[in-house]
């Protein structure tokens, strides 16, 4: 119980981290939650105008989801229900950072993270997949977003039934949709082009 308090503590603080406000000031000299949608997050790194400080915020939202997820499991041995704490401890860190007054990111990237470092490699993939396909077929990012959450969450949901994988999962996507809330009030719009050439494909 020690170890699972100091690394959901840990995994928290990490979280926490505004890397991609970091990054805007200290390589761009700006406040990027004065770009797009305000958000602190590597999006509006990228459009604030710095390409290679993007991916550097992406990367670092990615990996801060990471090192304790990966402790818990494979140093700790801890069970799988106290794993999964630590990883969603990292995903409320950065949506609720202290630092930046509790209006953390929309934590795509860190969740991302997270599956990244669980050992159930099947919900990384099946999250992968759903994305990919949203990402063909959905033209309004936080549906695609939404869209592979729901898709892993379906996943775990049907394979596993009620375990703790699929609370996890779908704690994950209800953040998801309360992040995205506002661009979630938009009607999805489906892309033409892929469609298109799947009829040409099928004649």
Same mark, same amino acid.
């Given at each position: 119980?020690?170890?699972?308090?100091?690394? @959901?503590?840990?995994?928290?603080?990490?979280?926490?981290?505004?890397?991609?406000?970091?990054?805007?000031?200290?390589?761009?000299?700006?406040? %990027?939650?004065?770009?797009?949608?305000?958000?602190?997050?590597?999006?509006?790194?990228?459009?604030?105008?710095?390409?290679? !400080?993007?991916?550097?915020?992406?990367? =670092?939202?990615?990996?801060?989801?990471?090192?304790?997820?990966?402790?818990?499991?494979?140093?700790?041995?801890?069970?799988?229900?106290?794993?999964?704490?630590?990883?969603? !401890?990292?995903?409320?860190?950065?949506?609720?950072?202290?630092?930046?007054?509790?209006?953390?990111?929309?934590? @795509?990237?860190? !969740?991302?993270?997270?599956?990244?470092?669980?050992?159930?490699?099947? %919900?990384?993939?099946?999250?992968?997949? !759903?994305?990919?396909?949203?990402? =063909?077929?959905?033209?309004?990012?936080?549906? @695609?977003?939404?869209?592979?959450?729901?898709?892993?969450?379906?996943?775990?949901?049907?394979?596993?039934?009620?375990?703790?994988?699929?609370?996890?999962? =779908?704690?994950?996507?209800?953040?998801?949709?309360?992040?995205? =809330?506002?661009?979630?009030?938009?009607?999805?719009?489906?892309?033409?082009?892929? %469609?298109?050439?799947?009829?040409?494909?099928?004649?």
């Amino acid at each position: 119980m020690s170890y699972f308090t100091l690394l @959901v503590l840990c995994a928290f603080g990490l979280g926490a981290c505004p890397f991609s406000v970091w990054i805007g000031r200290c390589l761009l000299g700006k406040d %990027i939650r004065g770009y797009g949608d305000g958000n602190p997050g590597a999006a509006n790194v990228f459009r604030a105008g710095g390409r290679k !400080s993007g991916f550097l915020a992406v990367f =670092l939202d990615t990996a801060k989801g990471v090192p304790f997820v990966f402790l818990a499991h494979s140093f700790f041995k801890l069970p799988e229900a106290a794993v999964l704490g630590v990883a969603m !401890s990292a995903i409320l860190g950065h949506a609720f950072s202290p630092i930046l007054q509790l209006k953390g990111g929309k934590a @795509v990237a860190v !969740s991302f993270g997270t599956i990244l470092a669980l050992p159930q490699h099947d %919900i990384l993939f099946a999250l992968a997949g !759903s994305m990919f396909l949203g990402f =063909l077929f959905i033209a309004i990012d936080a549906w @695609v977003v939404v869209f592979g959450a729901t898709g892993a969450a379906t996943y775990v949901l049907v394979t596993r039934g009620s375990s703790w994988d699929t609370f996890f999962m =779908l704690g994950v996507l209800a953040l998801l949709v309360l992040k995205f =809330l506002d661009e979630l009030k938009t009607v999805p719009r489906i892309k033409l082009k892929p %469609i298109a050439w799947l009829q040409s494909r099928g004649q």
